[in-house]
């Protein structure tokens, strides 16, 4: 498997489970094929969650299985392995999808005027809910002030750029001389 490719499917198998996601894809990367049972034990990861993680990766489209019947004991074994294929095609989907989200944070953004009483952790509210509050934090009940967000749409912004560049939906902005 190429290193780029390698690099994308450990990146989404993280997102997807976490550590024990990314150990089963190494595992399976290593072994080609394997059973639950074996890769729990390569692993060291409880077998319900290899299995788990398989499912998982099956539903996305990046593992597939070969059912075989024990013909002593009448018992099925399932044989894992890596398909890649998609891997592009379910990157695009996930970028396509945190675009969306960030469109739709950046349209909350700047539709709205926020008002926040300066205290970290505490609630960022809309002009209504701060009449609603009569501009006092429902928290501390400092007086709340207009919240300056030209920071958060900035990089929302910046990173919606980045994001259609890399999806091909915008070209590079070419650097002046």
């Not at 894809?25 to 729990?40: N, R, V, Y």
């Not at 952790?121 to 928290?139: R, V």
Request: some cysteine.
């Amino acid at each position: 498997m190429a290193r780029r490719k390698n690099k994308e499917l450990l990146e989404l198998a993280m997102d997807m489970g976490g550590e024990e996601a990314v150990e089963v894809i190494k595992a399976l990367e290593k072994k080609k094929e394997s059973t639950d049972e074996e890769l729990a034990e390569i692993t060291g990861i409880r077998v319900n969650t290899v299995r788990k993680v398989l499912y998982m990766l099956y539903d996305q489209g990046l593992a597939e299985f070969k059912r075989i019947r024990d013909k002593e004991t009448g018992w099925y074994y399932y044989y894992w392995r890596l398909e890649t294929k998609r891997l592009p095609e379910i990157i695009r989907a996930k970028k396509m999808a945190e675009l969306k989200k960030l469109k739709e944070m950046l349209d909350e953004e700047t539709s709205e005027i926020y008002y926040h009483c300066g205290t970290p952790g505490h609630p960022k509210l809309t002009f209504d809910e701060a009449m609603d509050y009569q501009f006092q934090c429902p928290i501390c009940g400092a007086m709340l002030m207009q919240y300056d967000n030209t920071a958060v749409v900035e990089e929302l912004k910046k990173r919606i750029e980045e994001l259609e560049i890399e999806l091909g939906l915008r070209k590079k902005p070419r650097k002046k001389k």
